[in-house]
């Protein structure tokens, strides 16, 4: 019996959306906390899956953007898993840096809901003009 499955047969068991895309949860291997939530196609998760580091998806500028391009803040890839319904991604990860948002914050999770409102419970570790200070050269 001829074995006809090709090195790209896993990513049919996505269930992608009508746009082609999954959500795909970034969590720290470490600690658990979750870093951030963002989006890729199938090229973006197979180049995560190839390349061992976190490649997106970038909705608003439609094209694909490794992590920490440029803040140098990588998510390095520890393992991959799929949802039960075929339609989340969550990946355990390093992140380089210490730093997942774009706010320089660790997490992009970093308000709570208090008193009626929205409260930033996280520190800024890096100010975010310092990260991308280069991009504005």
């Known amino acids: 019996m001829t074995d006809t499955r090709t090195d790209t047969d896993w990513l049919d068991c996505i269930k992608w959306d009508a746009d082609g895309l999954i959500p795909a949860i970034a969590q720290d291997a470490a ?5 951030m939530v963002a989006w ?5 998760l197979q180049l ?5 580091r976190a490649v997106y998806w970038s909705r608003s500028r439609r094209k ?18 799929l949802d039960c319904d075929n339609d989340v991604i969550i990946m355990q990860v390093e992140q380089r ?16 809901f208090r ?10 570790i890096k100010n975010p003009e310092h990260i991308y ?4 050269e």
Not at 31 to 35: A, E, F, I, K
Not at 65 to 75: A, L, M, T, V
Not at 101 to 112: L, P
Request: some cysteine; hydrophobic content about 30%.
């Open 97 to 112: 840096g210490g730093i997942a948002c774009h706010t320089g914050r660790e997490s992009c999770f970093y308000k709570v």
């Open 64 to 81: 694909l953007w490794r992590k920490g391009e440029e803040s140098g803040h990588i998510q390095v890839l520890h393992e991959l898993r």
């Open 115 to 124: 008193d009626g409102h929205w409260q930033d419970s996280d520190p800024v």
């Open 40 to 44: 890729m196609n199938r090229e973006a």
């Open 48 to 52: 995560t899956a190839a390349e061992g």
């Open 133 to 136: 200070e280069h991009k504005h």
């Open 31 to 35: 600690s658990g906390r979750v870093l």
